[in-house]
């Protein structure tokens, strides 16, 4: 029960207040947004739990997996945030409607 | 002549192949067509060398750049990840040859590239043999399909992209905390490590149902499906073929390699679980493909039924049990190809997919429609067909393990695909009150449908094959006889 302890337990309420945010927020941005506080968590989690043992150094091998998840976050925001604009210009508001298709 | 073949590591080059065939793609749009069709014959023949390599000398283990497994990547080659790169090699050629006559010339250039980057990554999943790289490849695999399914203009793919974008990103994320909980406990991401070293405790109980649930999300099973009828059915023809027959597959592929070999299978309670969400996909996808009034929309549901069959596996947990749900795998895969591919042709042709104003295709597309009743004999599953022969294990499977009720529900969802079947066929040779303007639909596309359809069929007439696969490397050690 140390401060790394602490630390992956923050990066747990990250991940739970992202998916909140992700459920309950309808604006797009804040969708992307939720879903960056998210891997924020995820990321904080591998690094923190990479000290499997007190007293030693950190396992490097959780940070180098945190950096290519930074890596693929980035690019999925892009991707995310263009997509947003073309729902935004093609149907007037960056939302998604509720019920698709009917 | 096979030393040669031998001591070339294939499995590199099956993912190397279709990344070089994507740039290239990408700096030469005007070749696009001609540089996809070339990469894609390439992949089939390196994968089908990697077949021989596979059926000559057992599973293949490669540690890509000579870094072995705790700190390196490896890539694992035995039965069921070949069974998956065939079927996908199978499938994606199909595509191909269909893709080089579907899209005009700005948007294959933005197709070609993307699908070469979906192949890599397919190729790449199947080949992982750790964790960690089966997280990015689900990623890479998640990024490319959704831009693929953005190529269709208008606000309904769009919206239907961005759906599925937030989706996979969940799915993944879910994923990626439970393989940092299991890189905490076990020090490894390395799926044969993991095995050995694998005792249960809260973490993995935490980390597999994290897993689970990320996966499922991603494989569309009721009631997580909800974003797989919108973006699969507004996309292009051929993606929605890559969607359904595919990019579906590969995270069920995930969830099946997790179950048999990294979690301790002595949770009878989780299987039953999903057992009984498989069985709810199957009657609630079934009765919403009957509703439609749009064919893709009608086909994009059917593929929330059939992914349900493929979880009917878990309850029963036997040999038979699992080799039946890859088989109906496999034969979907090839028929739901074939299925979009002649919707696609239907809506090339007629301008539209509503069902009720086919307008007797049958008189005008007969190769078309000839694939999609061929294809709906095996979705239905009646012999001889891939989906027979599925649904025949699965059943057998069932009785074996005295749990015959999960056999009305295979007989309930043939007969619901049976109605949809027909009803389409039924269309299509009804006279529409208003005719409409015909396009022609050029040949490589009809054909290429055909012979997708043709494959579901053949897959039920030669079994052996599929299954002597299934059984390389012996994924389904663990399990009992049933």
């Given amino acids: 029960m140390s401060h790394v302890f602490l630390y992956a337990l923050v990066g747990v309420g990250l991940f739970t207040l992202g998916l909140y945010a992700l459920i309950v927020h309808p604006h797009l941005l804040r969708k992307i947004l939720a879903i960056n506080v998210m891997g924020s968590g995820v990321f904080l989690m591998l690094v923190a739990l990479g000290r499997r043992t007190p007293g030693t150094l950190p396992d490097p091998v959780p940070h180098a997996m945190a950096i290519t998840g930074i890596v693929v976050a980035i690019s999925a925001t892009a991707l995310a945030l263009a997509l947003m604009l073309r729902v935004q210009v093609e149907t007037g508001r960056a939302e998604l409607p509720e019920e698709p298709l009917e | 002549m096979p030393a040669l073949i031998f001591d070339i590591h294939w499995q590199a080059i099956v993912i190397l192949l279709p990344l070089a065939g994507a740039i290239a793609c990408f700096l030469w749009p005007q070749r696009g067509v001609q540089l996809g069709l070339i990469s894609a014959l390439g992949i089939v023949a390196c994968v089908a060398a990697l077949g021989w390599q596979v059926l000559e000398l057992g599973a293949q283990r490669y540690a890509v750049g000579g870094w072995g497994a705790p700190l390196g990547i490896d890539l694992y080659a ?228 059939q992914i349900g069959y493929l979880f009917l596996a878990f309850p029963l947990a036997s040999i038979i049990g699992w080799k039946g749900a890859l088989y109906i795998l496999l034969s979907h895969a090839a028929a739901k190809a074939a299925m979009f591919m002649a919707a696609g042709n239907i809506l090339h042709f007629g301008g539209h997919d509503r069902i009720a104003d086919l307008d007797r295709v049958v008189q005008r597309l007969p190769l078309s ?114």
């Avoid at chain 2, 061929?374 to 012999?383: F, K, T």
């Fill in chain 2, 78 to 305: 035995d039965g069921l990840s070949l069974l998956m790169l065939i079927v996908t090699a199978v499938v994606g050629l199909g595509i191909s040859v269909y893709s080089s006559g579907y899209f005009n010339q700005d948007r294959a250039r933005h197709f070609w590239p993307l699908w070469m980057f979906l192949w890599a990554a397919l190729n790449a999943l199947f080949l992982s043999a750790d964790i960690f790289n089966l997280y990015v490849s689900l990623e890479l695999m998640g990024l490319a399909a959704v831009a693929l399914v953005a190529l269709t203009k208008g606000a309904d793919a769009l919206t239907g992209a961005m759906r599925y974008l937030l989706v996979s990103l969940l799915g993944s994320l879910f994923f990626l905390l439970g393989v940092a909980l299991l890189y905490h406990s076990f020090g490894s991401v390395d799926i044969a490590l993991l095995a050995e070293r694998m005792e249960p405790s809260p973490a993995v109980w935490a980390a597999m149902g994290l897993m689970s649930a990320g996966l499922l999300l991603k494989t569309a099973l009721f009631p997580l499906h909800f974003w797989l009828p919108p973006a699969h059915a507004s996309a292009p023809a051929p993606v929605s073929a890559l969607m359904s027959a595919l990019v579906v597959k590969a995270s069920f592929y995930i969830l099946l390699r997790l179950w048999l070999e990294i979690f301790p299978l002595t949770n009878a309670a989780l299987a039953q679980f999903l057992g009984l969400l498989g069985a709810a996909a199957v009657l609630w996808g079934g009765l919403q493909a009957l509703r439609q009034t749009r064919l893709k929309l009608l086909i994009a549901y059917s593929t929330v039924a």
């Fill in chain 2, 369 to 482: 429609i000839t694939a999609f009743a061929l294809a709906g004999v095996s979705i239905m599953g009646l012999p001889p067909s891939g989906g027979f022969i599925g649904k025949w294990l699965l059943l057998e499977a069932a009785i074996r393990s005295a749990q015959w009720w999960w056999g009305i529900i295979l007989i309930l969802g043939g007969l619901l695909s049976a109605a949809w079947v027909f009803k389409v066929i039924g269309y299509a040779f009804t006279p529409a009150e208003v005719p409409h303007e015909a396009r022609v639909v050029p040949a490589t596309m009809e054909w290429a449908a055909l012979a997708m359809a043709l494959v579901a069929i053949l897959l039920g007439l030669f079994t052996s094959w599929p299954l002597a696969l299934m059984d390389i490397g012996l994924p389904f050690a663990g399990e009992g006889d049933g």
